[in-house]
T-cell receptor, first 113, second 111 residues
Framework: AQSVTQLDSQVPVFEEAPVELRCNYS??????LFWYVQYPNQGLQLLLK??????LVKGINGFEAEFNKSQTSFHLRKPSVHISDTAEYFC???????????FGAGTRLAVHP | DADVTQTPRNRITKTGKRIMLECSQT?????MYWYRQDPGLGLRLIYY???????NKGEISDGYSVSRQAQAKFSLSLESAIPNQTALYFC??????????FGPGTRLTVL
C-alpha cells in the first residue's frame, strides 16, 4: 500500500531564507507525485507535479521539487521565501491510472520578517 | 467564477442531526471526491465517484453517504452527526493524469 511521510510538521523560517520541505513515499510501483499548497481559509492549490521525465520539476511561485527514486523522496525547495509563502503544504502520491491521491499529514511553513 | 463550489462554507449542527454538504463543478470532469481534513492527519478520502453511476468508498466512509445527482454535482451526507465528525470537508474533481482540483472547503462543527 502507498503511504506518504512529511518529515516536519512545522517549519519556521525567516523571510528571504531558503527552505526545504521534506516528503518521502512508499510504493512498490511507479508513481505520480504532487505538492499542493493551502493558504489560510482556502482550498488546496497545485504547486507542481512529477509524472515522468526530468526529475527536477518547477512549479508556481518559484518552488521546485526533485524526484529521487532511490531515496523515494520528493522534497520541495524554494531559494528565497516571502511572507506570502506562509501556508500549509501537502505532498501526495498516486499510482498511474489509479485516480486516487494519498496525502501526507502536511507541513506548516511559517515565514517570519 | 470558481470552478468547484461547496455549500455551505460553514455549518454548526447538533449531535444526531442529518446534514448534507453539496459540491458543484463547472470543469466538466468525470471524477469527483470528498475528503475530510483534520489537523495533523492531512486529507483522508471519504468517497469518490468516477461517473454518475459509479460510487466507491474511501478509507473513512463509515457514518457518511454520498449521492452523485449529475456529472456536475456530488453531495455528502452525515445521517446522524457526531462530534468527531467536526472537521474541514473538501470536494475535489479530477481528470487526466491524477491531478485533482479542490473546492474552498466546508467547515463543519458538530456540538
Amino acid at each position: 500500500a502507498q503511504s506518504v511521510t512529511q518529515l516536519d510538521s512545522q517549519v519556521p523560517v525567516f523571510e528571504e531564507a531558503p527552505v526545504e520541505l521534506r516528503c518521502n513515499y512508499s510504493s512498490s510501483v511507479s508513481v505520480y507525485l504532487f505538492w499542493y499548497v493551502q493558504y489560510p481559509n482556502q482550498g488546496l492549490q497545485l504547486l507542481l507535479k512529477y509524472l515522468s521525465g526530468s526529475t527536477l520539476v518547477k512549479g508556481i511561485n518559484g518552488f521546485e521539487a526533485e524526484f529521487n527514486k532511490s531515496q523515494t523522496s520528493f522534497h520541495l525547495r524554494k531559494p528565497s521565501v516571502h511572507i506570502s509563502d506562509t501556508a500549509e503544504y501537502f505532498c501526495a502520491v498516486s499510482e498511474p491510472g489509479y485516480n486516487k491521491l494519498i496525502f501526507g499529514a502536511g507541513t506548516r511553513l511559517a515565514v517570519h520578517p | 467564477d470558481a470552478d468547484v463550489t461547496q455549500t455551505p462554507r460553514n455549518r454548526i449542527t447538533k449531535t444526531g442531526k442529518r446534514i448534507m454538504l453539496e459540491c458543484s463543478q463547472t470543469k466538466g470532469h468525470d471524477r469527483m471526491y470528498w475528503y475530510r481534513q483534520d489537523p495533523g492527519l492531512g486529507l483522508r478520502l471519504i468517497y469518490y465517484s468516477f461517473d454518475v453511476k459509479d460510487i466507491n468508498k474511501g478509507e473513512i466512509s463509515d457514518g457518511y453517504s454520498v449521492s452523485r445527482q449529475a456529472q456536475a454535482k456530488f453531495s455528502l451526507s452525515l445521517e446522524s452527526a457526531i462530534p468527531n465528525q467536526t472537521a474541514l470537508y473538501f470536494c475535489a474533481t479530477g481528470q487526466g493524469l491524477n491531478e485533482q482540483f479542490f473546492g474552498p472547503g466546508t467547515r463543519l462543527t458538530v456540538l
